[in-house]
Antibody
């Protein structure tokens, strides 16, 4: 059974840095895309981008290019999403997801529980 | 970047009725990359349909997908109480993209 476990909720100040994590259990971590999705409270889903841990191929949505950095550590089956300088507008729930049984179709069939990031002075 | 427009924004129906949700893309895309997700309040999204009409293990038969080119459709043949939720379409164009969502609410 594939499971994605995300790090806990974060409360940060504007300008601070942050790195959140997504650890995969039971999956072929290096052989499946891992994606990150943002959801501002009360709003829709937005793709941030995807990363292929096998070769670190990363593909960002144009809206998020340069705003965040995705990475992965194959040795511990963990993907990361990081910010160098947070803004209040980064306040949102962040989900990770993997394309496991639907690999090759860019459809994401297993999801983490979400990490709530709140940025407030 | 492709833009996905979902319609209607809200669909008010009764249990047992048929729901038809539409997703229009700003350019023609591969049917291999068309997907639909369901999201309920406080929960992560759930994949319902991939590759236009494929279904992951465990998705009920009442959910079906169709379409090609720039028009894709999710159909729920008979709404069950647990189907009232928000539905998102997704396509892929160098990175995945979501539509704005359709809320299916109880009439």
């Amino acid at each position: 059974e594939v499971q994605l476990v995300q790090s806990g909720a974060e409360l940060k100040k504007p300008g601070e840095s942050l790195k959140i994590s997504c650890k995969a259990f039971g999956s072929r971590f290096t052989m499946n895309w891992i994606g990150w999705v943002r959801q501002v409270p009360g709003k829709g889903l937005e793709w941030i981008g995807i990363i292929y841990p096998g070769d670190s191929d990363t593909r960002y949505s144009p809206s998020f290019q340069g705003q965040v950095t995705m990475s992965a550590d194959k040795s511990i089956s963990t993907a990361y999403l990081q910010w160098s300088s947070l803004k209040a507008s980064d306040t949102a729930m962040y989900y990770c997801a993997t394309s496991y049984e639907t690999s090759g179709f860019y459809a994401f069939d297993f999801w983490g529980q979400g990490t709530m990031v709140t940025v407030s002075s | 970047e492709i833009v996905l427009t979902q319609s209607p924004g809200t669909l008010s129906l009764s249990p047992g009725e048929r729901a038809t949700l539409s997703c229009r893309a700003s350019q023609s895309l591969s049917s291999s990359y068309s997907a639909w997700y369901q999201q309920k309040p406080g929960q992560a999204p759930r994949l319902l349909i991939y590759a236009t009409s494929g279904k992951p293990t465990g998705i009920p038969d009442r959910f079906s997908g169709s379409g090609s080119g720039t028009e894709f459709t999710l159909t729920i043949s008979r709404l069950e109480p647990e189907d009232f939720a928000v539905y998102y379409c997704q396509q892929y164009d160098n990175s995945p993209v979501f539509g704005g969502g359709t809320k299916v609410e109880i009439k």
